[in-house]
């Protein structure tokens, strides 16, 4: 397995996929599965577009064929929102497949330490959450206009950066919380 984006996104698909395999919905079944929801979901973050609208845009240029239905910003956000709860299942899920229980360090670290601190302090911890989130993830330009919105877009950086981790894991990259091989 590689760190290319097209790769970390189809793992994530067959993985949700997978998970969501006996689950029944009432009704017409959706045009964009949820599988494909959240997937669209994690690029988005992954490639930094802050924009719905753009996003949906240039997403047929950007990964032709990857979706075979691509809904309109309205619906797209709604069923965002909608979502939530699956996208934090999905977070748990991805995270439970990794060995990050286990790790010394469960925070993302991006925060340079200056020389002669060699134990983080509860300050540099939230200082180190908060760089990542906004400075990688693009937190602060999130968009949302409603506490729901703005819920789901933290929840949407925070599975593309799960998503991220555990792959990197998976294929054995030397530094599992790095996002470099995956935003461009």
Same mark, same amino acid.
């Given at each position: 397995?590689?760190?290319?984006?097209?790769?970390?996104?189809? !793992?994530?698909?067959?993985?949700?996929?997978?998970?969501?395999?006996?689950?029944?919905?009432?009704?017409?079944?959706?045009?964009?599965?949820?599988?494909?929801?959240?997937?669209?979901?994690?690029?988005?973050?992954?490639?930094?577009?802050?924009?719905? !609208?753009?996003?949906?845009?240039?997403?047929?240029?950007?990964?032709?064929? !990857?979706?075979?239905?691509?809904? =309109?910003?309205?619906?797209?956000?709604?069923?965002?929102?909608?979502?939530?709860?699956?996208?934090?299942?999905?977070?748990?899920?991805?995270?439970?497949?990794?060995?990050?229980?286990?790790?010394?360090?469960?925070?993302?670290?991006?925060?340079?330490?200056?020389? =002669?601190?060699?134990?983080?302090?509860?300050?540099?911890?939230?200082?180190?959450?908060?760089?990542?989130?906004?400075?990688?993830?693009?937190?602060?330009?999130?968009?949302?206009?409603?506490?729901? =919105?703005? =819920?789901?877009?933290?929840?949407?950086?925070?599975?593309?950066?799960?998503? !991220?981790?555990?792959?990197?894991?998976?294929?054995?990259?030397?530094?599992?919380?790095?996002?470099?091989?995956?935003?461009?």
């Amino acid at each position: 397995m590689t760190t290319d984006l097209n790769t970390l996104l189809a !793992a994530l698909y067959v993985k949700i996929d997978d998970h969501l395999a006996g689950r029944r919905r009432l009704g017409r079944p959706p045009k964009l599965t949820d599988a494909e929801l959240v997937t669209l979901a994690a690029a988005q973050a992954l490639l930094g577009f802050t924009s719905e !609208a753009r996003w949906l845009r240039l997403l047929p240029v950007r990964m032709s064929g !990857a979706f075979r239905y691509l809904p =309109g910003q309205s619906g797209y956000n709604r069923r965002l929102r909608a979502a939530l709860p699956l996208s934090k299942h999905v977070m748990r899920w991805l995270a439970a497949d990794t060995d990050l229980r286990t790790d010394a360090t469960w925070i993302v670290d991006s925060t340079p330490v200056e020389c =002669g601190r060699s134990r983080p302090t509860i300050r540099q911890l939230i200082e180190s959450v908060n760089d990542t989130l906004k400075g990688q993830l693009n937190l602060e330009r999130h968009g949302g206009r409603t506490i729901e =919105g703005v =819920g789901v877009r933290i929840a949407q950086r925070l599975l593309a950066l799960t998503a !991220a981790i555990r792959h990197n894991r998976a294929t054995c990259q030397p530094t599992t919380r790095s996002l470099t091989a995956y935003d461009h």
